[in-house]
């Protein structure tokens, strides 16, 4: 382990801090008796520093003494970090994958969080994302969005299919709001098989290792090729099974022309065998709103229980409705 000094002192005056340290309050004469007659420069010194005071001079505590030296050098080594960071987009820049490579390797949380905003930036007609629990924030402060929301405006449309843990995430919850009142399409499920993001079919972004891996930071950006045309289908596998929180009228009879855009979304996710605490999570509304619609929904089928619902919205409210694998 190394020796660290304070910058700006001789060894001299290191040596003699050190010595007054250990030792408390002495005699400028027994410190001269000590070291030298050089000792009265040096404990001059160290009085300018603030490190020593008083008479007989005592040394300051350190934590004290140089904590304007620790807040300095803090902000160097961060200028030094944003400069090399600085230098790595230069790098990036310059070693720009060929036409024809697969992919690359993200190893930085800088390049990650370039590449996704150049992606959400640079997207024209669609962004897919796959949300996975933890919620990891990389847009800008300035954004509310899950993800980094287009400017008013921005021609790409948006679908995006999360986790019911990210919920958890009150950052998370924000953002979902936020994109679908810009008109994003939402969906839920209960695991997703990793983090993934699309721009245009055209680039893609997903984590380098298995999200049950020690290293979660790396990333991989693909490239248009076979594997980037997989997990454009691997996302639209997991869009058709997800459930939606918001209706698709399509996917309902005429015969409910007088439902609403609310019940729709009960019916849905009910005809998918979700519980009703989970049908309000959705809907941000309590329980009690939910059961209310439903008890509606009842006796519009002419049905008494929750089961019963389900099976009759299947057969003659939706469209090819296939039943959920959760319990009712």
Same mark, same amino acid.
């Given at each position: ?53 008083? #008479?007989?001079?005592?040394? @300051? ?26 230098? #790595?987009?230069?790098?990036? +820049? ?6 024809? #490579? ?27 994302? &796959?949300?996975?629990?933890?919620? &990891? ?32 995430? +009150? ?5 979902? +709001?936020?994109?679908?009142? @810009?008109?994003?399409?939402? @969906? ?11 721009? #245009? ?11 049950e891996h ?81 008890d509606e &929904? ?23 409705t296939s ?6």
């Amino acid at each position: 382990m190394g020796v660290h000094r304070i910058s700006g002192l001789t060894p001299d005056q290191e040596r003699l801090y050190r010595h007054m340290l250990a030792t408390g309050p002495s005699p400028v004469e027994t410190l001269v008796a000590a070291f030298s007659e050089r000792v009265r420069g040096d404990l001059y010194e160290l009085t300018l520093r603030g490190l020593a005071l008083g #008479d007989p001079p005592v040394a @300051r505590r350190p934590s004290i003494a140089l904590k304007g030296v620790l807040a300095h050098q803090e902000e160097e080594l961060r200028g030094i970090h944003q400069y090399v960071a600085d230098l #790595d987009r230069l790098y990036d +820049n310059g070693h720009a994958t060929p036409e024809g #490579d697969a992919l690359e390797v993200l190893t930085s949380r800088e390049a990650v969080q370039h590449w996704y905003e150049q992606i959400h930036a640079t997207a024209e007609l669609e962004v897919m994302q &796959l949300i996975t629990h933890p919620f &990891l924030v990389l847009s800008a402060p300035a954004a509310t969005g899950a993800s980094a929301d287009p400017e008013p405006g921005h021609p790409a449309k948006c679908r995006v299919i999360c986790e019911w843990r990210v919920f958890e995430s +009150n950052h998370a919850l924000r953002g979902l +709001n936020h994109s679908v009142s @810009r008109g994003c399409e939402v @969906r839920l499920a209960d695991r997703l098989p990793h983090k993934l993001l699309i721009g #245009d079919r055209r680039l893609a972004m997903t984590p380098r290792f298995p999200r049950e891996h020690q290293e979660t930071r790396q990333m991989l950006l693909i490239h248009p090729g076979t594997l980037l045309d997989f997990l454009v289908k691997a996302f639209e596998a997991e869009w058709e099974r997800a459930t939606p929180i918001h209706a698709d009228p399509s996917r309902f009879a005429e015969e409910c022309g007088d439902m609403d855009s609310a019940e729709m979304v009960i019916v849905e996710m009910l005809s998918r065998g979700l519980h009703v605490d989970r049908i309000a999570h959705a809907l941000s509304v309590h329980t009690r709103t939910v059961n209310r619609r439903l008890d509606e &929904l009842k006796r519009r089928a002419g049905v008494t229980t929750l089961f019963q619902l389900g099976a009759y919205a299947a057969q003659y409210w939706m469209r090819g409705t296939s039943s959920g694998s959760e319990d009712a």
